[in-house]
């Protein structure tokens, strides 16, 4: 394994809130004598590359009727920036885990489902020509991009309307009793109709928010209906199918009550023999805690931030964003998390296209009329991550002496060792970095996110 040696500088890119720096490559720190470091800084960030925790699967947002139909709507060398800036890996984020709707979700141009007709429960109308109008070409153009496999969570936000108690997509519901081995079925049938597209799903989550009841699709589960769904259908027909290495993801809701969720599902060992692991999103209370929690109590199963965004609209040039953004990426990874997916890749100057309007902002958002994409400082936040922080790279100890210093430190792959760093406090900091015992002096702006590299091995 490589590392950094006593000569070798240290790179690093900056974002800031007050002179709008966005992932701009500063002038590399010289290593220092650890006595010269540590002078003229009251705070230190220590970092042991050989103490290892979990390994990386990837960064990436998600795929949407809305991204996907604005993305359509810009010309084509437009439409090639954003995958770019999305999923090349040299010269964009490098976005290798991704996330898409089964059936609508409130990011689409309406209600609509694969199986429309009524009580159809041999699915004999199952349909995706909704998904090739604008997904599909999506994302087939995204693999392009990446050139590398991209690992895609499928997510339902409701069940057809027949298979649910309120006859309704929108306003909650129940799956009907009677629909379940149907619904399962539908799993089935997606990634199947999927591959056959070239585009394979890695893993589905049993259901969009189920303690939710929204004014748009959503359907809600009982920890008890949502373990017995996957103990007695989902997981079984997944298997049957021949899919049992499509992982299956359960809760895909907030945090506050994920402990909860894990417990009820992974007590029943039959329930918890097809689970992957635990997905979650930001909305309510941070409860970064509960994500440790469930790792202690079940560390053979994984953990996945599932969606997260600003809410209320585009929020334009908001700084604000970013630093939600990153100190959500270091303490979801600091606590055993595996990878980390933002909501939609790309919105419309109003947060939309959404069927019931509501509007949030999105990493990158496009003005269609004027054929313009306008990077917010959500993208800047995430690229401090996805663009150093490699699929397969394993989490590494990582401390500092002060709470502004929020951090956290990977080992990629080609043995570089990348450390993020956020002050989110209205002083800048200096404080002296160490890495593997080299050590620089190093200074972080006010509202301000670094990122500090090693060279390879």
């Known amino acids: 394994m490589g590392g950094p040696t006593a000569t070798a500088p ?141 690992r895609l969570l499928v997510s339902p936000w409701s069940p057809p309307a027949w298979m649910k108690d309120s006859g309704r997509m929108n306003d909650g519901g129940r799956l009907r009793p009677d629909c379940r081995a149907a619904w399962a079925q539908c799993f089935v049938r997606f990634i199947q109709a999927y591959a056959a597209e070239g585009v394979p799903v890695w893993g589905v989550s049993v259901q969009n928010e189920p303690e939710a009841r929204q004014r748009w699709d959503s359907c809600l589960y009982s920890a008890e209906e949502e373990r017995d769904f996957v103990r007695d259908h989902l997981g079984p027909a997944l298997h049957a199918a021949g899919l049992a290495h499509v992982r299956i993801v359960v809760w895909d809701h907030n945090r506050d009550a994920m402990v909860e969720r894990a417990s009820v599902i992974y007590g029943d060992p039959e329930a918890a023999k097809y689970v992957w692991g635990t997905g979650f999103h930001w909305y309510m209370e941070d409860h970064f805690e509960h994500v440790q929690l469930v790792h202690d109590a079940w560390p053979d199963k994984q953990l996945l931030f599932t969606e997260g965004c600003q809410e209320g609209g585009p929020h334009w040039g908001r700084w604000e964003l970013a630093e939600r953004y990153a100190r959500s990426i270091i303490n979801d990874l600091n606590r055993w998390t595996v990878g980390w997916i933002d ?109 500090y590299r090693t060279g390879s091995g």
């Open 10 to 150: 240290l790179r690093w890119v900056l974002s800031a809130r007050d002179d709008g720096t966005r992932l701009a490559e500063q002038h590399p720190l010289a290593p220092q004598a650890d006595a010269a470091a540590h002078a003229g800084a009251p705070a230190r960030l220590w970092v042991d590359s050989t103490r290892r925790f979990q390994q990386l699967l990837g960064f990436g947002g998600a795929f949407t009727e809305a991204a996907a139909t604005t993305w359509l709507r810009l010309s084509e060398p437009q439409r090639e920036a954003v995958l770019r800036d999305c999923f090349d890996p040299v010269h964009g984020h490098g976005y290798t885990l991704c996330r898409v709707h089964m059936n609508s979700c409130d990011f689409g141009l309406g209600n609509y489902a694969h199986v429309e007709t009524p009580d159809d429960f041999a699915l004999d109308s199952f349909s995706i020509a909704r998904d090739r109008q604008a997904l599909l070409p999506m994302i087939q153009a995204a693999q392009r991009v990446a050139g590398r496999p991209l």
């Open 343 to 451: 909501w939609n890749l790309l919105l419309d100057e109003r947060g939309g296209p959404n069927h019931v309007e509501n509007f949030c902002s999105a990493p990158l958002l496009a003005v269609p009329a004027e054929d313009g994409v306008h990077p917010q400082s959500s993208y800047a936040a995430i690229g401090h991550f996805a663009r150093h922080i490699q699929p397969g790279a394993q989490r590494v100890l990582c401390a500092a002496t002060r709470e502004s210093l929020e951090c956290t430190a990977f080992v990629n792959p080609d043995g570089s060792v990348a450390v993020v760093v956020l002050n989110r406090s209205d002083e800048a900091q200096a404080f002296s970095l160490a890495i593997d015992g080299v050590a620089h002096a190093a200074t972080l702006p006010p509202h301000a996110i670094a990122t």
